[in-house]
């Protein structure tokens, strides 16, 4: 029986030109700020984003006679052609679009956003799409950094988003199974809630977790911060279905299947090109009645590596494992302030130890009580082993209350003329050293060679028995009127440094179409083509999400 979430389970509005509830406070301390005046430099004035009102977007293309046919199958309010609509759904959330979006140019919009309530309307309107030549691009919560909802056109006459709003109620708890079925465009909030009154968790906590729908996760394999417990998304997937204008796929929930390749993995990290993903079946685990959030510091890098690496080997990996390195964590103490718990602690563990520098760890255990306290007096043995030191509690509570604000600093930075943006790759283990060492040259590099040498900090999280993800971030004066080039130089020597280093073009963020130029290298020719093969066959007009995965040029 379908249970309907309350409207109060619906997320704020977001930002049409940035992160978040539009009533959330400022982040940015004035300590935070002077530092990053002293180490990155920032605008001698405050850049506002421009008014809704002033964001240009070319007229909609959508035909009237198609625009009655979406209504009469859809229904009059679920066929949005406004201005306001059309611009917020114009694209996601990297630094691209942020950019654009501040200074009201959109490189797109959508010509119309429609909200289909379920399979079956999914799939008839896939039908309607492909005889009318729309493409067709699916939006969750609208929070890639890929350019995943670029609402691009390819050959068509148009383009459709297709918002999963609509369909967002969850089917039903499988207690015995401990799976849970949803709709697709159920956000993460509202399931963790309707979960925790359960006594149940998914225990998917991305960063942007406020706001991503379960479709949208599923379409681009995201890992939540707590991956290195609970399992990124690709492990909690059961069961799935999707409509493509070529057919459907109905992949029913079963523990484990001999029954050819893996369908499920192919619906998995689809990012919209193939179908639209109506339904999923997640697994679900009991809610945990013990957290605990820790810190501790290693002298260096190397030895926190391989703490970590030695605590999946002996299965007593934390949920939450972060390993900042050396400039991570004395940017965090900085931007943590003399009062701040990190800066105290930091620079106490520092002097301590007589060390000029040194890595903070965010270890956050949860589960039950006896099993917590087994796992963390394993985990820490094996950092004192490594001559690592625990530091307490308040560093990682600190980390968890925070944990979803950095996306809202992310504007009050842009605001200051801060270019601030991650990227992320993985890697096993052996190559995991030199790819954090060559990657951060080259970012260091590229921004070297544009006169505008920032910070360039890194983290290492998502661990795995056999290698874990590495995390960059970096923040750079923003050359004015040239952002987008200056970002774009970075990244290209970024994911060149990762390709050549034997890391993945994407851990979690998925291809989009900022990472195609780069998918053949990973995935060879043949991997290519037999995915084109599988898309001619789901999507032969070729209207679903054009230009991102399966692109057949690099943009
Ligand atoms: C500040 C910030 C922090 C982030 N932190 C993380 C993180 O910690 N971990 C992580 O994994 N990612 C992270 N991301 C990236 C992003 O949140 C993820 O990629 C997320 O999974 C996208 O979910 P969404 O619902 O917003 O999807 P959208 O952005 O709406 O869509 C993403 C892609 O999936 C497709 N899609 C969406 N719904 C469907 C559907 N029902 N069927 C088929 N295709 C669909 C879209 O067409 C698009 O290609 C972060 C992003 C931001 C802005």
């Known amino acids: 029986m379908?249970?309907?979430?309350?409207a109060a389970a619906r997320p704020a509005r977001?930002?049409?030109?940035?992160?978040?509830?539009?009533?959330?406070?400022?982040?940015?301390?004035?300590?935070?700020?002077?530092f990053l005046g002293e180490h990155v430099g920032v605008a001698r004035k405050p850049r506002a984003p421009v008014a809704l009102a002033h964001v240009r977007v070319a007229p909609s293309a959508l035909r009237a006679a198609v625009r009655v046919q979406l209504a009469s199958l859809l229904g009059e309010r679920r066929v949005r052609e406004d201005h306001a609509e059309?611009?917020?759904?114009?694209?996601?959330?990297g630094y691209v679009d942020l950019v654009r979006m501040r200074a009201g140019e959109p490189e797109g919009a959508p010509d119309a956003v429609v909200y289909p309530a379920g399979h079956e309307q999914l799939r008839a309107l896939l039908e309607l799409c492909e005889r009318e030549s729309l493409a067709v691009v699916p939006f969750g919560g609208g929070t890639s950094v890929v350019g995943g909802v670029a609402p691009l056109r390819g050959e068509h006459a148009g383009v459709l988003a297709l918002d999963t709003a609509g369909m967002a109620q969850v089917l039903g708890i499988d207690g015995e199974s401990a799976t849970v079925s949803v709709q697709a465009g159920v956000r993460a909030p509202a399931l963790e809630r309707h979960l925790a009154a359960r006594g149940l968790t998914l225990g998917h906590f991305p960063q942007s977790f406020e706001y991503v729908s379960l479709g949208g996760c599923a379409a681009t394999r995201s890992a939540g911060q707590a991956s290195s417990g609970y399992g990124a998304i690709a492990k909690m997937v059961v069961g799935a279905r999707m409509a493509a204008p070529g057919g459907e796929l109905t992949l029913p929930a079963l523990p484990a299947s001999a029954a050819g390749p893996d369908l499920r993995a192919l619906v998995v990290g689809s990012e919209g090109t193939l179908g639209v993903i109506s339904e999923l079946a997640l697994r679900v685990r009991a809610a945990p009645r013990e957290r605990i959030y820790e810190g501790a510091f290693f002298e260096d890098l190397?030895?926190?590596?391989?703490?970590?690496?030695?605590?999946?080997?002996?299965?007593?990996?934390?949920?939450?494992?972060?390993?900042?390195d050396e400039q991570e964590?004395?940017?965090?103490?900085?931007?943590?302030?003399g009062g701040g718990v990190k800066g105290r602690l930091g620079r106490a563990y520092l002097g301590a130890r007589g060390y000029a520098r040194g890595c903070l760890t965010i270890l956050g255990f949860e589960g039950e009580r006896e099993e917590v306290a087994w796992r963390r007096r394993r985990a820490l043995a094996l950092v004192r082993a490594h001559g690592g030191l625990g530091v307490g509690r308040s560093p990682g509570e600190a980390w968890r209350r925070?944990?979803?604000?950095?996306?809202?600093?992310?504007d009050e930075l842009l605001t200051h003329g801060v270019m601030v943006e991650t990227?992320?790759?993985?890697a096993q283990w052996s190559s995991l050293p030199r790819l954090h060492r060559t990657v951060g040259e080259a970012i260091a590099a590229a921004l070297r060679a544009q006169r505008t040498p920032g910070l360039v900090t890194c983290h290492v999280s998502h661990v795995y028995e056999t290698g874990a993800s590495l995390y960059f971030t970096l923040l750079a004066r923003q050359r004015e009127g040239d952002e987008i080039e200056q970002w774009l130089a970075v990244k290209r020597a970024a994911g060149d440094a990762i390709a050549a280093g034997g890391g993945t073009i994407t851990h979690h963020h998925g291809v989009g179409r900022d990472h195609v130029r780069w998918l053949p290298g990973e995935l060879g020719g043949g991997g290519v083509a037999a995915l084109r093969a599988l898309k001619a066959q789901l999507d032969p007009a070729g209207i679903m999400n054009p230009g991102k995965l399966l692109a057949q040029t690099a943009p």
């Open 402 to 410: 925070g944990r979803f604000e950095a996306p809202y600093m992310r």
């Open 329 to 337: 964590t004395r940017m965090q103490l900085a931007l943590a302030g």
């Open 86 to 93: 059309r611009v917020a759904h114009a694209g996601g959330k």
């Open 14 to 34: 977001m930002r049409w030109w940035g992160w978040g509830d539009p009533a959330h406070p400022p982040v940015l301390p004035a300590h935070a700020l002077a």
């Open 423 to 426: 990227l992320e790759t993985a």
């Open 2 to 6: 379908a249970e309907r979430l309350p």
């Open 302 to 324: 190397q030895a926190g590596m391989q703490a970590l690496r030695a605590m999946a080997r002996e299965h007593a990996l934390p949920e939450v494992a972060r390993l900042s």
